[in-house]
């Protein structure tokens, strides 16, 4: 009776562990890629002025840099381009 009782139930566990682990593992990798923000090139040390680059992200990974390898930044509640901003992964 018990061994019966183990050939069925036992492979419906195994399915709904193997199912839980790929939604969870598949959710994981969307929340590492962080939120897009908009970057920009700091025209001067301040952060004044700045010009709009390509999208990066919030998450922290890599410093985000535009095709010549110029350092991104976002800008702060006052504007300023002095937030660092890194690449999506």
């Known amino acids: 009776m018990k061994t019966s009782f183990f050939k069925k139930i036992l492979p419906a566990l195994a399915i709904l562990l193997a199912v839980g ?52 930044w976002a800008k702060n509640a006052q504007n300023r381009c002095v937030n660092e901003v890194y690449k999506p992964h």
Do not use: R, W
Not at 21 to 34: P, Q, W
Not at 47 to 63: A, H, K, R, Y
């Open 21 to 72: 682990g790929a939604v969870g593992s598949n959710a994981m990798s969307h929340a590492k890629t962080g939120a897009p923000v908009q970057a920009y090139i700091k025209n001067n040390p301040l952060g004044t002025s700045c010009t709009e680059s390509i999208m990066c992200s919030d998450q922290v990974f890599d410093l985000c840099t535009n095709s010549s390898g110029t350092q991104l």
